[in-house]
């Protein structure tokens, strides 16, 4: 079954304590994102990756690193976590192209106190 | 980047047609214009796209107008289940990464 997969999918930590939201897709495709959702403002993009070692920024990058070292992963690095980063966290995987159809996880809700 | 404009709520009631639309008027000739929607707990899902013509497939039809500007989802005939906040993005051939996805359009449908 074609899939994107988030871990955790819930998780409470406290601000500056180092935490890795990991993204993993079985479908081989080369473009990864990831989104936050806050109520109100929709979905933003925090960074996506075109490829293998390709990375880029997107819409609210700060405070947030990926890596993509693997075509199937794309994890979601927060080095020192603040109150402003609880949100609802999507990863979600397409083919390259404008054609390509966006498959999302089933989302990361992180509340950081 | 080109941005989308949607209505913040409409409703339906339930088996009648529901059309959403999205204004993009900003859009370049290769962007694909995208929609998916989000049930309540779950992460968006794709419902459709089109670049030109208009398309049909299972879950709905999406109606392109012929200067571009704006689109139509169309539910042929909404069911409960079809609640959920639709979301119309553009999907550039130049710039496939940049995902913009505003606000959405959250449907109620009511029996």
């Known amino acids: 079954e074609a899939q994107v997969t988030q871990n955790p999918r819930y998780l409470i930590t406290v601000t500056g304590k180092k935490l890795t939201v990991t993204c993993s897709q079985n479908?081989?495709?080369?473009?990864m994102s990831w989104y936050r959702q806050d109520p109100g403002l929709g979905l933003r993009q925090i960074y996506y990756?075109?490829?293998?070692?390709?990375?880029d920024k997107g819409d609210v990058p700060e405070g947030y690193k990926v890596s993509r070292k693997e075509k199937r992963n794309f994890p979601l690095i927060l080095e020192s976590p603040s109150p402003n980063q609880t949100s609802l966290y999507f990863c979600a995987s397409s083919s390259p192209s404008n054609t390509g159809e966006l498959f999302f996880g089933e989302g990361s809700r992180l509340t950081v106190l | 980047d080109a941005k989308t404009t949607q209505p913040n709520s409409m409703e339906s009631n339930e088996e009648e047609p529901v059309h959403l639309p999205c204004n993009h008027s900003?859009?370049?000739?290769?962007?694909?214009i995208h929609w998916y929607r989000q049930l309540p707990s779950q992460g968006p899902e794709y419902v459709i796209h089109g670049l030109t013509s208009n398309v049909n497939n299972r879950m709905a039809s999406l109606a392109i107008a012929e200067d571009r500007k704006s689109s139509t989802l169309i539910l042929h005939r909404a069911t409960l289940r079809d609640a959920a906040v639709y979301y119309c993005?553009?999907?550039?051939?130049?710039?496939?990464?940049?995902?913009?996805f505003g606000d959405g359009t959250t449907l109620t449908v009511k029996p």
């Open positions: 993005i553009l999907r550039g051939y130049t710039n496939a990464g940049k995902s913009t």
């Open positions: 990756s075109m490829n293998v070692e390709v990375t």
């Open positions: 900003t859009i370049s000739g290769t962007d694909y």
């Open positions: 479908m081989n495709h080369e473009y």
